[in-house]
């Protein structure tokens, strides 16, 4: 998955995925990590328990597919994953970019509470880093597709 915060990654999933599918959210494994701590405070932690979660996906038997539920808003934060796991040689990559306008995350981020709730400047200044998944920034990875969701104000 890739897209700012507020851009529909979590919903998406939850409207999209079938049963044989792997679930990793960055969030509820920060969320669970953490509690009342600052968001921040275990990043390690949280990133080595994020790889170690999708790694046993893509080691579990019978795992159709596997959706990677966080940001992934720049080529460097995407390829920090992708070299930190042993990805099966006969696996078949795509990317889902939920491309969702400022307007309507930062609209949908306002219906949030506590710990779901990102800061406003967080959300826009992930919109001004964010780079668009590309052909051949995943072409290593024999990535199949890139499948743009455009949503809508």
């Not at 275990?42 to 979660?53: C, G, M, N, T």
């Not at 808003?73 to 930190?84: C, D, F, G, T």
């Not at 491309?99 to 826009?124: D, Q």
Request: hydrophobic share 35%; proline share 4%.
């Amino acid at each position: 998955m890739c897209g700012i915060a507020g851009s529909g990654k979590s919903t998406w999933i939850k409207n999209n995925v079938r049963y044989s599918s792997w679930i990793v959210s960055r969030d509820a494994i920060r969320k669970n990590l953490i509690g009342d701590e600052s968001y921040f405070s275990k990043e390690k932690e949280v990133f080595s328990l994020f790889i170690d979660a999708i790694q046993k996906g893509l080691d579990t038997p019978g795992i159709e597919n596997i959706y990677i539920d966080a940001t992934h808003i720049n080529e460097r934060s995407r390829m920090k994953v992708l070299n930190a796991l042993s990805i099966p040689e006969d696996s078949t990559l795509n990317v889902v970019w939920l491309n969702t306008p400022l307007t309507k995350s930062l609209e949908r981020n306002e219906l949030r509470e506590g710990f779901e709730l990102v800061p406003k400047s967080a959300i826009m200044r992930m919109d001004s880093q964010f780079e668009p998944p590309t052909e051949e920034e995943f072409h290593r990875y024999h990535f199949k597709e890139i499948n743009i969701i455009e949503v809508k104000e």
